[in-house]
């Protein structure tokens, strides 16, 4: 299984932080998308291009890249980019968007806030070709985009049905997070009826998994828990999902994700001694 953990949204250096995980032999670094977030978040493809300057190996990961916030060949045009400027290491998630954090950055580009599950499948309809500057209709008119660059993994964000569909129509991985692990087998078992349906290969699983291992406070988990309510989550589910105490219990927790299907984890750490936590999402790989 592979193991990559998210960037910091704001306030320390992502750099530093990427070139850590780099170190540690983590597999890949994410970042988060949000035009107006809950909380300070600096922009994903900014980042991940400061990164990819100041690293050799490590991927590079939208965690997830909301596609019907941008117009689709500006998106198109920033992922060929990014992988001509990482030597192809892009990792890109994709999500509509969800509703925790309201309609105001919709409200901002001027995009309907219920029409982003089909602007989403429209822009992924077109993407691949965009990306490899090959022309692609978009607005009723042919669009080519020069330099092109290989198309990257594509990983559908979501634990719903529609993202499933989704996923199995455009994705390469499905990438849910927060999710127990008999939710990645059922899921599993579905992506594998509709992959049948489409004509297309089983994705992949990479799974989002929030994480605080070693001494933490515990008025710091029990914030954690209380927002993640705020993601539809019942507090009996926040429990069960995140990983807490011992890399013995991370790596038993990253072990069953496993077993139920899962080829990737992205560690979500929400302390603020992310270094030490990076430190010991690396032990925890060992073995999964």
Do not use: N
């Not at 979500?268 to 032990?283: G, H, K, N, S």
């Amino acid at each position: 299984m592979d193991v990559g953990i998210t960037l910091p949204g704001f306030g320390t250096d992502p750099v530093a932080h990427a070139r850590h995980a780099e170190g540690l032999g983590l597999e890949s670094v994410w970042h988060g998308d949000h035009l107006v977030p809950v909380t300070p978040f600096l922009d994903a493809t900014l980042v991940l291009a400061a990164v990819a300057a100041a690293t050799d190996r490590i991927k590079l990961g939208f965690g997830v890249m909301v596609l019907p916030l941008r117009p689709v060949a500006w998106a198109a045009k920033q992922v060929a980019t990014l992988q001509h400027l990482s030597g192809e290491r892009v990792l890109l998630g994709v999500g509509s968007g969800g509703e925790a954090h309201g309609e105001a950055a919709w409200r901002a580009v001027d995009v309907p806030f219920a029409e982003r599950g089909r602007r989403t499948d429209a822009a992924l309809a077109v993407l691949p070709d965009l990306v490899r500057g090959r022309a692609a209709r978009v607005h009723g008119a042919d669009v080519a985009l020069s330099p092109g660059a290989v198309m990257p993994p594509v990983l559908v964000g979501g634990g719903g049905r529609a993202a499933l569909r989704r996923a199995a129509r455009f994705g390469d991985h499905w990438y849910p997070a927060f999710v127990p692990s008999r939710a990645v087998s059922t899921g599993v078992a579905r992506l594998r009826e509709l992959a049948q349906e489409h004509g297309r290969p089983v994705c992949g699983v990479t799974v989002g998994v929030g994480v605080a291992l070693g001494d933490v406070p515990p008025a710091a988990v029990e914030h954690r828990i209380r927002s993640m309510t705020d993601y539809g989550l019942t507090e009996e589910q926040a429990r069960e999902v995140l990983v807490t105490g011992s890399v013995e219990r991370a790596r038993d927790h990253f072990g069953r994700l496993a077993q139920a299907g899962a080829d990737r984890v992205v560690a979500m750490p929400f302390t603020e001694d992310r270094f030490r936590q990076a430190e010991l999402v690396a032990r925890a790989t060992v073995g999964t």
